[in-house]
């Protein structure tokens, strides 16, 4: 009789385990975003700021911008949060999304061991030092996980005419994982890589590697963001969605870009003045 009571006692807990989040469905988004702005800790400050003022809670899946659009095309997310301008506005165009607003951006920067051994510290031409690295056979490391960040490496490699694919595996390093694991994988090697100013400074395991090339027009970084289109998937959150957009591009969302800070230092410039 215990023994039933006991089954019992848990198959109550378990229904009221699988009723209570159907009840707050109504009050959630799914946004699919960058591991970039996950991992630097910025919807850890913007996104309670947005539940408190409107009750609505966001659900962020971070992956890669690639894999991101992925499942918004797949109408698995109401929202995209990306930062590879070419492939949102490609998003939009074939009809997966409702239009694309500017939110901020910042830039990348190119990071490596001390010891720089292609000698390109300081350097503010990313193409020549991604040149020099590929002539010195330094270690490289690249997300390989078709990221926004992977996307303007790639693009970075297509100007400096170096075929990685023939380097893969050797000083070329493709770890096919996020922004914080390819850091980590760098100071464990020494090597180079690519990043966003964003998780570069919110990083705590920096090791050896330093900032050694920056301020190069071709490093500009800005993220959109997108609904997901209503008209392609009935079931999307349009009203919750593009709620969360319209605080987003606001003066008040602007601000809480605004005040995040590591050690002083902002981490994404907000501009959604410009979609006017």
Known sequence: MKRLETTLVSLLFFALATITPLKASDKFITLASTTSTQDSGFFSHILPLFEQKTGIQVRVV????????????????????????????????????????????NDFVIVGDKSDPAQISGMRDAVGALKKIAQTKSSFVSRGDQSG?????????????????????????????????????????DAYTLSDRGTWLSFNNKGNLNLLVEGDKNLFNPYGVILVNPMKFPHIKSDEGQLFIDWLISEEGQAAIASFRKNGELLFYPNAKSNS
């Open 62 to 105: 971070a992956v890669g911008t690639g894999q991101a659009i992925r499942i918004a095309q797949n109408g698995d997310a109401d929202v995209l949060l990306v930062h590879h301008k070419p492939s949102e506005l490609n998003f939009v165009e074939r009809g997966y999304g409702v239009r694309r607003f500017d939110v901020m951006y």
């Open 149 to 189: 960040t992977h996307k303007k490496e790639l693009e970075l490699w297509k100007r400096a005419k170096v075929d990685t694919e023939n380097h893969s595996g050797k000083w070329y390093l493709e770890i096919g994982s996020g922004m914080g694991i390819a850091l980590n994988f760098s100071a464990s090697k």
